[in-house]
């Protein structure tokens, strides 16, 4: 990807950033919180979860933003990383710890 397709992918999703970053957050809750207490879905699982959730978001809700959703979901990663390891050491996000 050139620094003109950047900037211009950037763009877009600045101008609907205030809609995609609340959805993300909630993509990644419902990941967390799938398959309830106990569950051993992986990090990984988890996040190919939010990846699959934000894809169909914004082909449904920004069809302009579909050609570029590889770009978004390299910014996004960051994001998402940020996002869990706040959660994670607020107690948002508990692990249960295995019995032994």
């Given at each position: 990807m050139n620094l003109v397709s950047l900037l211009s992918t950037a763009s877009l999703v600045a101008t609907d950033a205030e809609t995609i970053i609340p959805a993300v957050e909630?993509?990644?809750k419902e990941a967390e919180t799938a398959g309830g207490?106990?569950?051993t879905t992986t990090g990984a699982?988890?996040?190919?979860?939010?990846k699959a959730a934000l894809q169909a978001y914004i082909t449904t809700n920004f069809p302009r933003l579909v050609d570029t959703f590889d770009a978004i979901w390299t910014s996004m990663t960051g994001v998402i990383n940020g996002l869990v390891a706040l959660?994670?050491?607020l107690g948002v996000f508990t692990h249960a710890v295995a019995a032994g």
């Open positions: 909630f993509f990644v207490a106990g569950a699982q988890k996040l190919a979860a939010v959660y994670n050491s």
